[in-house]
């Protein structure tokens, strides 16, 4: 016999603080697009494009450290690039330890801690592995963020976290008349981080791409042409000052 659940309290009084004007965003995501293009364009291989990529993560974790931005979420790798062929997806997934071979250090010495939201054990062992060692060698730094969205998608992390709360209502881990959004939140893979405030995403692109559907909720979007690998300092730090001309409502006035 089923019951019928009610609604959660959603008339919330309190006043949220909408006057952000002039306020440098906490959390920026990035849907980092258009490496592919990038390679054509110049008549080489896509997998040129993704090499290159890297260099603009570094110039972008570094302008991001700057900016006093807490929390950077890139988007790496899909559940949906699964689709590409085998060697581009290779390639990509091998990034990750290239680039922690050679920025490491320097994050590090920036105060830069590594973490990563996503299905991380389905990801290929010299992945994990060099993902791994860099969030163990950072787990105490407490300056940026840097979160890699790697194998990340929105809807295998909400299906997820239900199947989660339905077998902690199982258990009598959890009342199902205390979930709302909050206690919903604390079940997908960013748990313990504030939704982002900026969402830019590069390459022309004006879509989701199963990116964080639950935390875009009130975001800021920009929407930038650049293909990813040309993106630059410049480039973020118009993103984060257009942010900052924003008023934010979240549904007041
Ligand atoms: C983004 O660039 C990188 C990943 C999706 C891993 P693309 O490879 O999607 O580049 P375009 O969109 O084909 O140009
Ligand atoms: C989104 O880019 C995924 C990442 C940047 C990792 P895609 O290139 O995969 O998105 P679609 O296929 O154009 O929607
Ligand atoms: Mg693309």
């Known amino acids: 016999m089923s019951r019928k659940i009610p609604f959660f309290n959603t008339k919330k009084t309190k ?3 909408t006057e952000t004007e002039g306020i440098a965003p906490k959390h920026v995501a990035i849907i980092m697009d258009g490496n592919g293009r ?7 291989p896509r997998i040129a ?43 990509i997934l091998r990034l990750p330890k290239e680039f922690l071979h050679i920025y490491l250090p320097e994050l590090i010495s920036n105060n830069v801690r ?22 163990d060698k950072t787990k105490n730094n407490d300056g940026l963020l840097l979160n890699f969205a790697l194998n990340y998608g929105s809807r295998l992390e909400i299906v997820h976290a239900v199947k989660q709360i339905i077998n902690d209502i199982d258990e009598s881990k959890l ?14 893979f960013t748990n ?15 879509r989701l ?3 964080m559907l639950w935390q875009l909720a009130y975001t800021e979007f920009c929407f930038s042409d650049v293909l990813w690998p040309d993106f630059n300092e410049t480039n973020f730090k118009n993103a984060i000052e257009d942010y900052k001309q924003r008023k934010r409502r979240y549904g007041g006035i």
Do not use: C, M
Request: proline share 3%; hydrophobic share 35%.
């Open 175 to 188: 009342l199902i008349d205390s979930l709302d959004d909050n206690q919903f939140s604390k079940y997908l």
């Open 209 to 211: 791409s199963n990116f």
């Open 192 to 206: 313990g981080l504030s939704d982002p405030d900026l969402l830019i995403r590069t390459g022309g692109e004006q």
């Open 15 to 17: 006043e949220i603080e």
């Open 114 to 135: 590594i973490d990563t939201i996503g299905d991380f054990d389905a990801l290929p062992d010299y992945t994990k592995d060099a993902v791994q060692y860099a969030v």
């Open 38 to 44: 990038w390679a054509q364009k110049r008549g080489l």
């Open 49 to 91: 494009g993704h090499k290159e990529g890297v260099t603009a993560v570094n110039k972008i974790v570094k302008e991001a450290v700057k900016s006093n931005v807490k929390i950077l979420t890139l988007y790496t790798f899909s559940t949906e690039n699964w689709k590409r062929p085998k060697s581009e997806i290779d390639f």
